[in-house]
């Protein structure tokens, strides 16, 4: 009775210890186990592992990668033009031992810490020697990359790989928003008038070839009228001469009918002049003007 007694407690702490020697590490956990401080096992791959009781202890990490958001940073390009920048990191621990001894007890929330500093230092320095138009045109990629390099390089110190590296946000400081307006504004307004001008003078090149053509082609036009009209008044000229010289009584018939017909229009038509004038030759006889002998 008294040996059942003794045996069912020994029982019970040989099972409590051996739990309490026996660790699970999940597939997102990596583990170091500490004795008195100092680590004695790294656990990076899931499944059971093996401490000793009361004496180690487990300490966990997230083994996956992590996200870090930084605060918005002011950077001065190369040009002096003040810019507000925000990144987001991707980092992931790679080195426990390094990482433990790098920020303590603490863990990750040292960690991102530390690796914000890191990561602004590479942003002033990389975006600081470039100037703002590269920086907010298509070729940020390859200044991302160039940050993260950096980055990565200093953050290796403190057992952690920078993966990724973007800049979430590139803007003018408030300040300078209103005086960059105006400087696009200025530039667009001169843009446009240098727009307008070159407009007017092909307009200008435009109407003075108008004028000139339509100048050309009248002079032409009254070139070819005058030598039209003088042909036909040579021809005329021709008909009448022609025309005089077969009959001269009937053409001079002709063409006082033709003046009497200009002088007497209306219904009541005056004409003062001397009875014995030539225009009267047909008026005053049938036979017309007598023919000198």
């Known amino acids: ?138 070729d940020r990629t390859s200044l991302m990359n160039l940050i993260r390099d950096q980055a990565r390089r200093q953050a290796l110190s403190l057992g952690v790989d920078v993966v990724d590296v973007r800049l979430t946000r590139t803007d003018l400081p408030e300040q300078n928003l209103a005086a960059t307006f105006a400087r696009m504004r200025a530039e667009r307004e001169r843009e446009a008038a240098d727009e307008i001008a070159r407009g007017n003078e092909a307009a200008q090149r435009v109407r003075a070839s108008a004028d000139r053509t339509v100048v050309e082609l009248t002079s032409q036009a009254r070139k070819e009228s005058e030598v039209i009209r003088g042909e036909a008044d040579a021809a005329r000229n021709a008909i009448y001469a022609d025309a005089f010289g077969r009959d001269p009584e009937f053409f001079a018939f002709t063409r006082s009918l033709t003046s009497y017909q200009r002088a007497l229009k209306g219904e009541n038509s005056s004409i003062v002049m001397q009875p014995d004038s030539q225009f009267f030759d047909y008026l005053r006889s049938d036979a017309g003007p007598e023919t000198a002998e």
Do not use: C, H
Not at 79 to 85: A, E, H, Q, S
């Open 1 to 138: 009775m008294n040996k059942s007694a003794m045996i069912l407690p020994a029982l019970v702490l040989v099972v409590a210890g051996v739990l309490s020697s026996v660790f699970i590490v999940d597939e997102r956990e990596k583990a170091l186990v500490l004795q008195f401080g100092q680590v004695k096992a790294v656990k990076e791959e899931p499944g059971l592992g093996f401490k000793v009781p009361l004496i180690q202890n487990v300490v966990r990490y997230d083994g996956r990668i992590l996200g870090l958001l930084t605060q918005p940073l002011e950077v001065t390009p190369l040009d002096d033009r003040r810019l507000v920048v925000d990144a987001f990191a991707r980092w992931r621990i790679v080195d426990l031992v390094n990482f433990r001894e790098s920020v303590g007890t603490e863990g990750v929330r040292a960690a991102q810490v530390r690796i914000e500093r890191i990561l602004n230092a590479a942003i002033r320095e990389v975006l600081g020697s470039v100037p703002s138009q590269r920086v907010l045109s298509e």
